[in-house]
């Protein structure tokens, strides 16, 4: 059978209506499809975004004429021609076989869903480096044990809120590590949040900022986080990442708590009542801290941003990140030369 790409949108209707006949559904973040006929139906299909490979279906009828390895291999040769060598998937348990055959090692196996990965590079190594650099600026080896807290944050801007609430992990643990989100789907780009989490918090010797690699809150593996969204499949996606968390940072990294602040959103409250599923008593919850009576919130900043308010901005940051923030707004043209 011949392997082909969509190109047209009457294709990709195509594909999301046997997508749907197989209860999967066509996602929104896709770079890529592929998928094979016979007798002009679709009887298989595989995409993929960036380095996640997504939306696999072979129909019932051609499961034993191993289309799945055909299409699977085909779009790891497309992803390698654009120079990515580090795949994962996020599929059906009973595609786990295939994507086994073809070396991809298991992250996280449930009832309804299974991740793996595969190419160059593991979860394994990126802790390992992480290891290697709390030692480096901690001095504290993880393989030992340590008492560590965490939080995940996207910082975008850092604020007086996620200051006390990093303060708050620093007065209940030895060491805190701060978890940047490296997407880039935000206001601030990631090198901007990280430099305003990195100013805000230096001067804490126990405090540690560190991007949140791949494998923490990606939008390819967790759109919903980034689309502010919640539809059928966000639940699994929220849950995939609570598991990676559970499984490989925690233990890997020595971490005994990780800090959420509450919050408004639905999508951002379903994050938080899964990952309390997932985590349990190693979850803490805390309410967001105020400003003049009002929750400090990133989002508000933005707001305030947007209106031009930059001295009302400036009291919701730490001063340590005044200049800073508006050296960044006026690259971005929302401040006079």
Do not use: W
């Not at 190594?125 to 393989?143: P, R, Y």
């Not at 305030?304 to 200049?323: D, R, S, V, Y």
């Amino acid at each position: 059978m011949i392997v082909k790409e969509v190109v047209l949108p009457a294709e990709k209707q195509r594909i999301a209506d046997f997508l749907a006949s197989e209860q999967l559904r066509y996602e929104q973040n896709i770079d890529r499809t592929l998928y094979v006929e016979s007798d002009d139906r679709i009887v298989g299909t595989v995409s993929s975004a960036k380095h996640i490979i997504k939306c696999l279906a072979v129909d019932d009828e051609f499961r034993g004429e191993n289309l799945a390895v055909l299409l699977v291999s085909e779009i790891i040769k497309r992803m390698h021609d654009d120079g990515i060598y580090h795949y994962q998937v996020f599929t059906k348990p009973q595609y786990e076989v295939v994507f086994k055959s073809l070396g991809f090692r298991t992250l996280v196996a449930t009832s309804e869903f299974i991740a793996l990965e595969g190419g160059e590079g593991s979860i394994d190594n990126v802790i390992k480096k992480l290891q290697v650099q709390i030692k480096f600026n901690l001095g504290v080896d993880v393989t030992a044990g340590a008492d560590i807290g965490c939080v995940v944050i996207n910082g975008n801007p850092f604020s007086n809120g996620h200051l006390q609430l990093v303060q708050y992990v620093s007065a209940n643990h030895d060491f805190v590590l701060v978890f940047v989100v490296e997407e880039e789907a935000s206001y601030f780009t990631f090198k901007e949040r990280y430099a305003m989490a990195y100013l805000a918090l230096k001067q804490y010797r126990n405090v540690l900022v560190v991007p949140s690699t791949k494998y923490i809150v990606s939008k390819d593996t967790f759109p919903g986080y980034f689309l502010k969204s919640v539809d059928e499949t966000t639940e699994s996606f929220a849950r995939y990442d609570a598991l990676l968390f559970r499984n490989y940072f925690m233990p890997g990294l020595s971490i005994k708590c990780r800090y959420v602040g509450t919050e408004q959103s639905d999508y951002m409250r379903l994050y938080n009542e899964t990952l309390k599923q997932v985590l349990s008593y190693r979850l803490k919850i805390v309410p967001r801290f105020e400003e003049h009576g009002q929750p400090i919130s990133a989002a508000n900043i933005r707001k305030l941003i947007a209106e031009g308010k930059h001295q009302e901005l400036l009291e919701l940051i730490p001063e340590t990140n005044h200049a800073v923030l508006l050296a960044m707004l006026q690259s971005k043209n929302e401040l006079p030369e």
